[in-house]
């Protein structure tokens, strides 16, 4: 029996991102799963290198990968609609359970356990979550940097909100603080100024 697990998560380049505002640069889910995954990576390492952290980077980066496999069902929910009020935004959860349920049981039923704590968001184990969550936010920060430094204000607000978010984050978990103090800058610099960095060294 042909299994569509696959087939579903290779839509994930046709799913866009901030559907309701201008980008200068367009984004798909497929582009935001794979840099969270990289910088979940990165934060799980630094965790575990630079304080005395003990968690399974591997395991940090595929959970990340598939962080948003529900959007595959019903599509990338905006964060204005999602958490319009507390009634909708319990709506909406329920809608992605069923949306990576549905995911969970499109592969063979023999490979279902081992992906039921990556897939299933209320399954997967806390530490990894708050890691990957940490992630997503540190990616729609730099995409909102990268917005505003080609002269493009719609992500004003998001930078603003985001910066709360990571103020809070920095003082909860040191790695955000390290990851932003020796990553972030770099990642509005063009790649001129990449090269020249790389030379001096």
């Not at 992605?96 to 209320?122: G, H, K, M």
């Amino acid at each position: 029996m042909q299994s569509t697990f696959l087939a579903w998560m290779f839509r994930m380049p046709l799913i866009k991102r901030w559907a309701l505002m201008f980008c200068v640069k367009p984004e798909n889910v497929a582009e935001h799963s794979h840099q969270v995954a990289i910088v979940a990576h990165l934060l799980a390492v630094i965790k575990n290198k630079k304080f005395a952290g003990n968690v399974n980077v591997d395991k940090v980066a595929t959970v990340a990968l598939y962080h948003e496999a529900s959007e595959t069902r019903f599509g990338d929910i905006v964060s204005p609609t999602k958490y319009a009020n507390p009634e909708i935004a319990r709506e909406f959860k329920k809608i992605e359970y069923l949306a990576e349920r549905q995911c969970l049981e499109s592969l063979p039923e023999e490979f279902q356990d081992t992906f039921a704590d990556i897939i299933v968001q209320d399954n997967v184990e806390p530490h990894y979550k708050e890691i990957v969550k940490a992630a997503d936010i540190l990616v729609a920060y730099i995409k909102a940097l990268d917005e505003l430094n080609h002269q493009n204000h719609e992500f004003d607000h998001v930078k603003e909100r985001l910066e709360l978010k990571l103020a809070t984050l920095k003082t909860q978990m040191p790695e955000v603080d390290y990851f932003m103090t020796t990553f972030i800058k770099s990642c509005s610099a063009t790649v001129d100024k990449l090269s020249e960095v790389h030379i001096k060294k």
